[in-house]
């Protein structure tokens, strides 16, 4: 009976390995048939599961975290086809630690980043529709995609204490496809 169990045990582990597949690799299976040149930016936001919520246009009142940061960081990298020449968010944690250890104070850097998202009227306009396959395809009508930008500064702290802090701009932590560059941010309190 063990042994039943135990064999049971290892098929269902064997199969749920087999169906299993990640959001991006089910939703890259969804988009196989979309034309990878109309996306003029490199990278479709529809492919990750949006937690940062930057196809959503932020509230004025928006609380920047250093953890909404690192989310929206990481679901860019994720939704950039070719993303091998961007700054991980694991190598700005380590930037960042180095500049802690070298003195240097709250690490700033930023995200200036445009990206492409599926338009809601994409299906009304006649540009994608869903075949018997459930694949989308495209249509004939216009672009099926909208550009968005996405800028943020980076600040590496969640929060401050004492009587002052020290910040250092770091030119290095940014995560940019606009071709603008920053060089400096205004605080204020």
């Not at 045990?9 to 169906?19: D, W």
């Not at 937690?51 to 940061?69: C, K, M, R």
């Not at 070719?82 to 180095?98: A, F, G, R």
């Not at 299906?123 to 995609?145: K, Q, V």
């Given at each position: 009976?063990?042994?039943?169990?135990?064999?049971?045990?290892?098929?269902?582990?064997?199969?749920?390995?087999?169906?299993?597949?990640?959001?991006?690799?089910?939703?890259?299976?969804?988009?196989?048939?979309l034309?990878?040149?109309?996306?003029?930016?490199?990278?479709?936001?529809?492919?990750?599961?949006?937690?940062?919520?930057?196809?959503?246009?932020?509230?004025?009142?928006?609380?920047?975290?250093?953890?909404?940061?690192?989310?929206?960081?990481?679901?860019?990298?994720?939704?950039?086809?070719?993303?091998?020449?961007?700054?991980?968010?694991?190598?700005?944690?380590?930037?960042?630690?180095?500049?802690?250890?070298?003195?240097?104070?709250?690490?700033?850097?930023?995200?200036?980043?445009?990206?492409?998202?599926?338009?809601t009227?994409?299906?009304?306009?006649?540009?994608?529709?869903?075949?018997?396959?459930?694949?989308?395809?495209?249509?004939?009508?216009?672009?099926?995609?909208?550009?968005?930008?996405?800028t943020?500064?980076?600040?590496?702290?969640?929060?401050?204490?004492?009587?002052?802090?020290?910040?250092?701009?770091?030119?290095?932590?940014?995560?940019?496809n606009?071709?603008?560059?920053?060089?400096?941010?205004?605080?204020?309190?």
């Amino acid at each position: 009976m063990k042994r039943i169990l135990h064999l049971i045990l290892i098929f269902i582990f064997l199969t749920s390995k087999l169906i299993a597949q990640s959001y991006i690799e089910q939703q890259d299976s969804l988009f196989r048939f979309l034309d990878k040149k109309e996306i003029a930016t490199g990278a479709l936001y529809d492919r990750v599961y949006p937690w940062a919520g930057l196809n959503i246009t932020p509230e004025d009142s928006q609380i920047i975290s250093y953890s909404f940061i690192q989310q929206a960081w990481y679901e860019l990298i994720l939704a950039t086809y070719n993303s091998t020449n961007l700054m991980t968010i694991d190598s700005v944690s380590t930037k960042i630690k180095q500049n802690t250890e070298a003195g240097k104070g709250i690490s700033l850097g930023y995200i200036d980043y445009t990206f492409n998202t599926i338009d809601t009227n994409a299906f009304a306009s006649g540009s994608l529709y869903y075949d018997e396959d459930s694949i989308l395809h495209r249509g004939a009508g216009g672009t099926p995609y909208l550009t968005q930008t996405a800028t943020y500064p980076l600040i590496s702290a969640e929060g401050l204490s004492g009587d002052s802090a020290y910040f250092y701009f770091d030119p290095d932590i940014k995560l940019t496809n606009t071709g603008r560059e920053v060089d400096k941010i205004y605080l204020e309190s």
